[in-house]
């Protein structure tokens, strides 16, 4: 059976994300390489914000406890903000389903890390 070049690139590109997931050493799932992955592109690389979404540093949802900040991750949000240019709506994707729940605990610590 032949494949395509284009069938083992993405075979193999599946297989290294799946395996930068998850530390190899330890079976500890890396929670820094997730943000980078699912969360970074709205809440940039160092939880800094952009227009999209805001910062997690000095955000006082991130005092919230653990189980508040997770379910926002499992759940999404929906939330109008105020801009210099006027209202927006912001979306956040939920992630529950998308990710597993030792996944989403993981991340959770990390981002209420980067308060």
Not at 8 to 37: H, M, P, R, S, W
């Amino acid at each position: 059976m032949m494949f395509s070049r284009f069938t083992i690139v993405f075979v193999l590109f599946a297989l290294v994300t799946a395996y930068t997931a998850v530390n190899a050493a330890d079976g500890k799932i890396n929670a820094e390489t997730i943000y980078k992955k699912k969360c970074s592109y709205c809440h940039g690389i160092k939880g800094l914000g952009s227009a999209t979404a805001p910062a997690f540093k000095g955000n006082e949802f991130m005092k919230q406890p653990f189980s508040e900040v997770k379910a926002v991750i499992v759940n999404g949000r929906e939330k109008v903000v105020k801009r210099a240019e006027g209202q927006k709506l912001v979306k956040m994707p939920p992630w529950g389903g998308k990710l597993k729940d030792d996944e989403i605990n993981a991340l959770t610590d990390y981002i209420k890390s980067l308060y």
